[in-house]
């Protein structure tokens, strides 16, 4: 029994290093992309996203290109399905899906920042200690770049999902793809690539107007 009682206290005690191990590295790995991500005065990049629900089959892909300009500007401009739209402009949120939908827009009020933003990249690298708990789940490839996962569960119920994944670039610290459950159970991927940093960007992406005979819906109101 005594050597027993040693061969398991020593099992515990590995298995608390490298759980300490563990969240240790995801710790240094959230550190490097909230160090790159503070850089960013503005980024473009192209997207893919893979969305799947299991109540309705087969998966769905998107593609198009994203515009981020720190703290509260962020979009996403659909190239398929071509025309849809989502634009935070600091001040609302404009939802507009004409491939489902043509002829409505949904616009909301956003914080700059917090569990609710939708700016993508600040959600999960801008102070993510604070909204998550995390955990390494090793090293991984996207299109050729090597990169480090970080597991997400988020701690409060503000956030609008079950989980995430973050796969975060070994050399710059780069968000370079994410995975999220949403508490439906409805997994989206998204891969970033082509990184325009620190470059202009049109005005007219980091804003929204309407199209004549769209109706503007607020919840809420």
């Given amino acids: ?106 616009k909301t009020p956003i914080p700059e920042a917090g569990p609710a933003t939708p700016n993508l990249f600040a959600q999960f690298v801008d102070d993510p200690l604070s909204r998550y708990e995390v955990e390494y789940m090793g090293p991984d490839n996207i299109d050729g770049i090597a990169v480090e996962r970080v597991h997400l569960i988020p701690l409060s119920d503000e956030i609008p999902f079950r989980e995430a994944t973050i796969y975060v670039d070994v050399s710059g610290g780069m968000l370079r793809a994410l995975q999220v459950i949403e508490e439906s159970g409805q997994s989206r991927h998204m891969v970033f690539e082509n990184f325009r940093r620190n470059q202009p960007i049109a005005a007219h992406e980091l804003q929204f107007t309407p199209p004549s005979g769209v109706r503007v819906i607020t919840p809420g109101r």
């Fill in 1 to 106: 029994m005594k050597i027993f009682s040693r061969v398991a206290l020593l099992a515990v005690a590995g298995s608390l290093v490298s759980t300490q191990a563990r969240a240790q590295t995801a710790t240094d790995v959230l550190a490097r992309a909230s160090t790159r991500y503070a850089t960013i005065r503005t980024l473009q990049a192209d997207f893919r996203q893979t969305i799947v629900n299991p109540m309705l089959g087969g998966p769905e892909v998107a593609t198009g290109v994203l515009f981020l300009e720190p703290p509260d500007r962020f979009a996403m401009r659909f190239t398929d399905p071509a025309g849809d739209r989502i634009v935070a402009d600091g001040t609302w949120l404009w939802l507009f899906n004409p491939s489902t939908v043509s002829d409505q827009v949904i």
